[in-house]
């Protein structure tokens, strides 16, 4: 079991750090001066490990897909992903824009986006039948640099999936529904 560990971080050393030996229990790299003790073997093993132990939340709890209609899109990526936090698009309404269920329509649809520095005038936050001219899809998917930040901030990029379910929302109308 030892030598399998060892012959599985020597290759996992040599594919992050370049080649290596193992020479009375330590480890050299290309560098003779750098020399990487038992201690520090095991725990680079076990630290290089972790992120293939990584479990898929989806395959946990599988989400339903996220439909093209508003109260889809408030359940399972506007209320789920943060947005409508207090600290987002909540209480504080960052950007002048509240995310909360019953207000997000009025605080979206037809409404000129406040930080939008490219276009004069603004960029509406949604544009009905037109995603590729609402604010709401460029800051989800490629805002310019005085657009302001990519959205949401925290935590990754929506999936093409839910950024294609807002895009169908706003192509059939942005109704409120």
Not at 12 to 21: E, F, M, P
Not at 136 to 163: C, E, F, H, N, Y
Not at 169 to 175: D, F, P, S
Request: hydrophobic share 35%; with cysteine; net charge positive.
């Amino acid at each position: 079991m030892r030598s399998i560990l060892r012959q599985r971080f020597l290759h996992v050393l040599q594919k992050y750090v370049g080649s290596s030996n193992y020479v009375r229990g330590e480890i050299t790299t290309r560098s003779p001066s750098k020399k990487i003790t038992k201690g520090w073997y095991i725990f680079l093993l076990l630290a290089l490990q972790v992120p293939s132990c990584k479990k898929d939340d989806t395959s946990v709890n599988p989400q339903p897909p996220v439909e093209p209609k508003l109260s889809s899109i408030q359940a399972q990526i506007f209320d789920v992903n943060g947005c409508s936090t207090t600290t987002c698009h909540g209480a504080s309404a960052s950007g002048g824009l509240k995310l909360t269920t019953g207000v997000s329509f009025a605080q979206l649809v037809d409404v000129p986006s406040t930080n939008d520095g490219d276009h004069q005038p603004p960029f509406v936050r949604v544009k009905p039948g037109v995603p590729d001219s609402s604010f709401l899809v460029i800051k989800l998917t490629a805002p310019s640099p005085r657009q302001g930040s990519l959205m949401p901030r925290v935590g990754s990029k929506l999936s093409d999936d839910k950024i294609n379910a807002i895009r169908t929302w706003i192509l059939n109308g942005a109704q409120n529904n």
